[in-house]
């Protein structure tokens, strides 16, 4: 089914032009146009972008896979049609890497296909499937926890029926006993191993089939297939389970189920066969636990399957006889089980309880100094999925208090910070994952820190020299851009021009009606997107540090060391790291002045005020985190005088001071997306607080609430008049801000449309909407803003003097305004 495009994207132009390449070229040429497709070299990605792609393979499965019998196990099988293998796995393939490295996934819409392509003769295109599917159930980090993704309705029973193993761990047929090596031949004859066994109910008034060879019946309905030593059959395996289904009258609903179960039978005689049914069986389940299955299918299969967490903990404690991508997917569905609470008990109680108790902090141990091996001698004992796989369980667990409290036992805190030092640049999302881990940890960690205590986490860090090296790891992010001239940005492979920035107004730009690239006069990204995401975990665990309950001891460095260095250059190129990366630099920044105020002059000395300051009167980059974050920095900044004169002194000598960088929030567009929901409340609320703890700076915060209603009087037509104040210049915005010129606002197209000029060839229905819509939008925001700034009665009495009612009154009779204005 195709994807429905939702919003307005601008999809990049590299992106367009590999999209036009495949859709343009022969189905028989589809696998070449995609084999080239090998890595991912887009930045951060959007599903968004890529819709025009899968609705075009859709179109190619719709046409190939949905008329085949063999996949829909229904009817004669065609011998003379050939199965599009390589191109199956291609796309497959070039899906895993999209939905890997997109947000939005569950746009996807293929996954009937993906569940067709299950009962494939091909084992390839069996496991690519399934780890196609993997990739798109996967949860991010930060929702770890949310809503179960509604699977398509034929794939829970697929799944279910490939989650079934050939027995029990009492039969000698579990996990670890199917796959370790050492014991082929006495697990190869067993005798139920390589039986197939299968039972049904059939309708009991059916009288179309009697009982045949190969069949038992004990009731009425019930229908019990037994077959012994089904691996020396000739046949396929699609070809016995459509004789067998036709013989016995097996309903089209269990036929896959027979499949399932002849596929068991027939691979449990050689050990290769038995690890891939294993592979099957985990990846099924990893699915089928995040595709919202039936509660009672669910406790029905853990009922029947008591040892299955204690035999996934054997397999990760069996390093040398089980193959690594079977612990991996062990690992993935531990994980997978602890995302939901009641079964997290479970898994703790086998990682920590009886003879396994430290195999999770010996397999970290391992795992990290491997990725070290990699970097010296090339290879290493554990694979790139293998750890991951590995933080990924550990950052479930830690996200709760008991798995917190079990694992800070363990001392995990000592383990992760090899992991902060390794400075291989394909290992860098490892890094992310580690730090996300230590995050959760401090988190966790205030709950138990009790009224002057300090916290055991900024302790262990402490300790063990942690805070050291989150300093230096960061140093070593940004310090190549200290040397780099702000005006001269350096194109960085692997996070091309129009990569978008993670902020997520950004993504909700509409699109400029034009799919050529963005202009070249505008600055490249010049950090990639995977090393912003490290920059911004290494911040967050800075700030976690630094705020810690109990912690009352000066911060060793943190103000003499490299880190206003660092702050420096993120404030200098704001642009180039985006709006949540100047965020947590301005909060670290704001931490440290209220840490200890009396390191103000070193601060000064480096220059990180004044680089905040002119950040900000540049124009502060259109996302909410970093238009929340600056009423606080400057509150910050005022408990020191040098630092208050400052933001008076700031802005070009406007008489707003620091605070004329609200203007164009509240007048250009360029906001418009970011202040949706709460966030002109949560800046008024912190202007109030500003104005409270520094009432100097109240004539200056009603100045800037002055020139905002002027402003939009301007944009609806009006000039105001009457008040004390004369109107500073027009808000100005910064051209990396805004690339829109003027003329787009209401008051061009008021202008446009009141002097007879025509318009535009160019404007649409929908701009004129969106340009009626915009003035009663920064009305709105002003609103809000004003709500909560003004909730002193001093700063509400000095509005008032100024002429701010009047200036509100008049919003109501601005000839820019839509009739449906009110």
């Excluded at 994807?3 to 028989?28: A, L, M």
């Excluded at 296909?113 to 390839?124: I, N, P, T």
């Excluded at 179309?208 to 309905?221: D, M, N, R």
Aim: charged share 25%; net charge negative.
């Amino acid at each position: 089914m195709k994807v429905k495009k939702r919003g307005n994207y601008e999809t990049p132009c590299n992106i367009k032009e590999f999209i036009d390449r495949v859709i343009s070229s022969p189905q028989d040429e589809l696998a070449d146009k995609l084999r080239g497709f090998t890595a991912w070299d887009f930045g951060k990605g959007d599903f968004s972008h890529w819709v025009d792609l899968f609705n075009h393979l859709d179109e190619y499965f719709e046409k190939c896979l949905k008329p085949r019998a063999d996949l829909c196990l229904k009817g004669k099988l065609e011998d003379d049609v050939v199965f599009p293998r390589e191109t199956c796995l291609e796309i497959l393939r070039v899906t895993r890497i999209i939905m890997d490295n997109c947000s939005n996934r569950h746009l996807y819409n293929s996954v009937e296909h993906l569940s067709s392509l299950l009962a494939a003769e091909d084992k390839d295109l069996v496991n690519m499937s399934l780890e196609t599917l993997i990739v798109f159930v996967r949860k991010s980090p930060p929702n770890l926890r949310g809503i179960r993704w509604q699977s398509e309705h034929t794939l829970n029973p697929r799944l279910f029926a490939l989650s079934q193993g050939p027995g029990g761990k009492e039969e000698g047929l579990g996990i670890v006993a199917c796959t370790a090596s050492g014991q082929e031949e006495e697990i190869s004859k067993h005798p139920n191993g390589c039986t197939l066994h299968f039972e049904f109910y059939e309708d009991p008034e059916d009288p179309k089939k009697k009982k045949t060879e190969g069949e038992v019946g004990s009731k009425a309905g019930l229908r019990s297939i037994r077959i012994p030593d089904l691996q020396n059959r000739p046949d396929s395996d699609h070809q016995i389970c459509m004789e067998l289904a036709e013989r016995h009258n097996v309903p089209e609903v269990l036929r896959f189920s027979l499949l399932a179960r002849i596929r068991a039978a027939r691979g449990f005689s050689t050990l290769e066969g038995r690890r891939q049914l294993v592979r099957v069986r985990l990846s099924s389940l990893i699915i089928l636990m995040q595709a919202n299955p039936d509660h009672d299918d669910m406790a029905a299969f853990f009922v029947n399957e008591p040892d299955l967490v204690n035999e996934l903990v054997a397999v990760l404690c069996l390093e040398d006889s089980i193959p690594e991508d079977i612990q991996t997917l062990a690992l993935k569905l531990l994980a997978t089980q602890s995302l939901d609470r009641a079964r997290q008990a479970t898994v703790l109680q086998a990682i920590s309880a009886g003879g396994h108790r430290g195999t999770l902090a010996t397999l970290m141990e391992r795992a990290i100094a491997s990725l070290a091996e990699d970097k010296d001698s090339g290879e290493g004992t554990s694979s790139y999925h293998f750890v991951e796989a590995l933080l990924m369980l550990v950052n479930v667990l830690v996200s709760s208090t008991s798995g917190w409290a079990s694992l800070t036992e363990v001392g995990l805190v000592p383990l992760l910070l090899p992991l902060i030092q390794d400075k291989n640049p394909s290992h860098v999302p490892l890094v992310s994952q580690g730090l996300r881990i230590l995050e959760n940890m401090m988190d966790f960690s205030t709950t138990a820190v009790r009224s002057g205590d300090s916290d055991v986490v900024v302790t262990l860090l402490r300790d063990h020299g942690g805070l050291t090296d989150l300093e230096e790891r960061l140093e070593h992010e940004v310090g190549p851009l200290m040397d780099v001239p702000a005006s001269a940005p350096v194109a960085t492979p692997g996070d091309p021009a129009p990569a978008p920035m993670e902020e997520k107004e950004d993504r909700g730009k509409a699109a400029a009606g034009s799919s050529s690239c963005p202009s070249p006069s505008k600055p490249e990204k010049v950090v990639p997107y995977a090393n912003r995401l490290l920059i911004k975990a290494l911040l967050r665990t800075i700030a976690l540090a630094q705020s810690a309950p109990g912690n009352t001891s000066r911060m060793q460095g943190m103000e003499n060391g490299t880190l206003p260095a660092c702050l420096l250059v993120i404030f200098k190129r704001a642009k180039e790291f985006g709006g949540e990366v100047f965020s947590l630099a301005a909060s670290v920044m704001r931490l440290i002045i209220h840490h200890d105020p009396t390191c103000f002059p070193q601060l000064e000395a480096v220059g990180l005020p004044a680089a905040f300051l002119d950040a900000i009167q540049e124009g502060v980059s259109p996302g909410a985190d970093a238009l929340c974050c600056v009423p606080n920095t400057l509150t910050a900044l005022c408990l020191n005088t040098q630092g208050l004169e400052r933001v008076r002194n700031a802005g070009n000598a406007s008489p707003c001071g620091a605070l004329s960088c609200f203007v164009p929030m509240f007048t250009t567009r360029t906001y418009m997306h970011a202040l949706q929901g709460e966030t002109p409340a949560v800046l008024g609320t912190g202007l109030d607080e500003l104005m409270r703890h520094v009432p100097t700076l109240r004539p200056i915060g009603i100045k800037m609430a002055i020139e905002i209603l002027k402003a939009l009087c301007a944009l609806g037509g009006q000039t105001p008049a009457g008040s004390e104040e004369t109107p500073s210049s027009s808000p100005k915005v910064s051209p990396r801000d805004a690339p829109e010129p003027m003329e787009t606002e209401t008051a061009a197209v008021l202008q446009s449309t009141t002097e007879g000029e025509p318009k535009s060839k160019r404007a649409t229905e929908k701009e004129r909407k969106e340009s009626e819509s915009f003035l009663p939008a920064c009305i709105s925001n002003t609103a809000r803003l004003l709500e909560s700034m003004l909730s002193h009665h001093e700063t509400a009495r000095v509005f008032a003097e100024k002429n701010g009612i009047q200036l509100l009154l008049k919003l109501y009779t601005l000839p820019g305004l839509p009739l449906s204005f009110s």
